[in-house]
């Protein structure tokens, strides 16, 4: 594995940890989100 690797599995979980905590928490931010952006989270 090599680093960018690494990063990009850290960033993955990040983005997993607040879409998951967006979905438990109910938040109106991810509803209409392309799910294949998964990594674009932030769709304001």
Known sequence: MNHSDKLQSILFVNELLK???GIKNKR????????????????N
């Open 19 to 21: 879409i998951s905590k």
């Open 28 to 43: 109106e931010k991810y509803v209409g989100c392309d799910s294949s952006h998964i990594l674009e989270i932030d769709c």
